[in-house]
């Protein structure tokens, strides 16, 4: 795969995969992760890791026109109905508040959004430009007050918004500490936008 992903903030370039500890549940090899992309997509391209904690995410650059994705493969024990309660919660947050930016899942060839491979459930989402907000050395008053207006926005959009799949254990939880997963999934373009 591709180097870790490098982004170019005012900060200067920070490696984005190094922010996040490294996924440590089963993966696609880069071979597997090509092969599903071809085969259920339609889609042959570069592959970058962008790390993450809970699933495994690369970044995908198709080669025939340079569009971008997210791979997302996550663990099949458990994984189909958050996968579902994520899906679900893209339609709500879109359609309470359109104006909002969250990746949606694009369809297989077969017009599915989710592909089971080997212990994993695998889908291809919109790419969303930005940085992890994590991987931002600094963030100026006016992005924290664009994040804020994000943040109340993103609370209000998702209110009334349940699903049993939000209420799983995640990875190194025992199972007697059930918590809502949450994904951190705000990027610096996206409270730039607000800022402004």
């Given at each position: 795969m591709a180097e870790a992903q490098r982004s170019f903030t005012d900060e200067g370039v920070v490696n984005v995969a190094a922010s996040a500890a490294p996924f440590t549940g089963p993966m696609l090899s880069e071979q597997d992760a090509t092969r599903v992309l071809r085969e259920e997509w339609g889609i042959t391209g570069r592959l970058t890791d962008l790390g993450s904690?809970?699933?495994?995410?690369?970044?995908?650059?198709?080669?025939?026109?340079?569009?971008?994705y997210v791979l997302k493969a996550t663990l099949a024990e458990g994984g189909a109905e958050a996968v579902d309660a994520e899906h679900l919660a893209v339609r709500h947050f879109r359609s309470r508040d359109p104006g909002l930016v969250a990746p949606a899942a694009i369809p297989a060839l077969q017009d599915h959004d989710l592909v089971d491979r080997t212990g994993l459930r695998v889908r291809l989402?919109?790419?969303?430009?930005?940085?992890?907000?994590?991987?931002?050395?600094?963030?100026?008053?006016?992005a924290l007050r664009g994040l804020?207006?994000?943040?109340?926005?993103?609370?209000?959009?998702?209110?009334?918004?349940?699903?049993p799949g939000l209420h799983r254990h995640s990875l190194g939880n025992g199972p007697e500490r059930k918590r809502p997963r949450r994904?951190?999934?705000?990027?610096?373009?996206?409270?730039e936008a607000e800022s402004r």
């Open positions: 904690t809970q699933d495994q995410v690369l970044l995908v650059e198709d080669d025939s026109d340079g569009r971008r989402l919109d790419w969303v430009p930005g940085a992890p907000l994590g991987s931002v050395a600094h963030l100026s008053p006016t804020g207006r994000l943040a109340a926005r993103s609370v209000t959009a998702l209110a009334g918004f349940d699903h994904e951190p999934s705000t990027v610096v373009g996206a409270v």
